[in-house]
Every structure is written in C-alpha cells, then in structure tokens.
Nanobody, 124 residues
Framework: QVQLVESGGGLLQTGGSLRLSCAAS????????MAWFRQAPGKEREFVARISRSGGQTYYSDSMKGRFTISRDNAKDTVYLQMNSLRPEDTAVYYC?????????????????WGQGTQVTVSS
C-alpha cells in the first residue's frame, strides 16, 4: 500500500492563504499522477486539482482555477496545494490521492490511494 499523509490544514480568515502538503511513502512517487480533492459536510467529494508525474501538466476545477496551485517535488516525494484568496465555502477536509492511470481522472473512484485528510476551515 502506498501511504499518503496530508498536513498544513488549519483555521484562517477569508482572504487568507495556506499551503497543504502530502508526503508519500511505500511506492515510487513519480509513477503516480497526484490530485487533491475536498469534502465538505453533507457534500460529495469534489475534485480540486491534478498534476502529472513529471509536474508538467496541471488540471483544476473551474472554481479553484486562479486561486489554487498544485505542485510536486519528486525528490521529496511530496505534492503541495497552495491556496490563496480563501473563502468560507472552501471549508472542507482536503485529501490527496494517487492515480496509476495515465488518463486524466476527475472522479474519486478512479484513484488508487488516499490520505486521511486535513481540515481547512475559513471563517468570515
């Protein structure tokens, strides 16, 4: 099993910034495309961003485009999510996920490994 551990969540006010990290172990990190999802109470898990194995291609949900940036450091086996201009509706548990497929997947069911999530709470 590939293990993914998220960190960096917290409580902040509207307009603030936060950087989430996801550290991977138990596999060859650069064999996986990586993604971030989020899930708010009472809602389904939502796609946020995806990054290719080399980091050369990134994909975003329209609601996150321009505010969030996904990146990866393969030397550190870590993927990041930089979040700017945060709003209360961004409040959710944020999860990282790994995908062995070369398809650009947006559905949670297509991902092979998941972290346990980190809470992000944005207050007004």
């Amino acid at each position: 099993q590939v293990q993914l551990v998220e960190s960096g969540g917290g409580l902040l006010q509207t307009g603030g910034s936060l950087r989430l990290s996801c550290a991977a172990s138990g596999g060859t990190f650069n064999r996986y495309a990586m993604a971030w999802f989020r899930q708010a109470p009472g809602k389904e898990r939502e796609f946020v961003a995806r990054i290719s194995r080399s980091g050369g291609q990134t994909y975003y949900s329209d609601s996150m485009k321009g505010r969030f940036t996904i990146s990866r450091d393969n030397a550190k086996d870590t993927v990041y999510l930089q979040m700017n201009s945060l709003r209360p509706e961004d409040t959710a548990v944020y999860y990282c996920a790994a995908d062995r497929s070369y398809s650009v997947n947006y559905a949670p069911s297509e991902y092979d490994y998941w972290g346990q999530g980190t809470q992000v709470t944005v207050s007004s």
